[in-house]
Nanobody, 128 residues
């Protein structure tokens, strides 16, 4: 079954850390760009980071730059998003999504409209 499964969300205090996982099953991430998005209640879905699994190019939105880190483990066919120095405004449902890049594609984008296959999301709540 082809799917993306996010995990690792939870409740954390401000300043804390979490590691989100996005596990792909039924296909290989090798030639895909994988992006992380988040959506808070009443707000639009926001692209916050992405990685190209082939060339490891990355992107971070200004809102998370220096605090979050994206990585890919090809052996586990899984992408991770390390969330550090969490703030209450990071509270949202976090989603991963993939975009086929092929053998010549490079880098990645975090634009919602570029991605057509999504996971179900994992909730991150930052609160004291």
């Amino acid at each position: 079954q082809v799917q993306l499964v996010e995990s690792g969300g939870g409740l954390v205090q401000p300043g804390g850390s979490l590691r989100l996982s996005c596990a792909a099953t039924g296909f290989s991430l090798d030639l895909y760009a994988i992006a992380w998005f988040r959506q808070a209640p009443g707000k639009e879905r926001e692209g916050i980071s992405c990685i190209n699994a082939r060339d490891r190019g990355t992107y971070y939105a200004d809102s998370v730059k220096g605090r979050f880190a994206v990585s890919v483990d090809k052996a586990k066919n899984t992408v991770y998003l390390q969330l550090n120095s969490l703030k209450p405004e990071d509270t949202a449902t976090y989603y991963c999504a993939v975009d086929w890049q092929g053998p010549l594609g490079s880098g990645c984008t975090a634009e919602v409209t570029d991605y057509t296959f999504w996971g179900q999301g994992t909730q991150v709540t930052v609160s004291s």
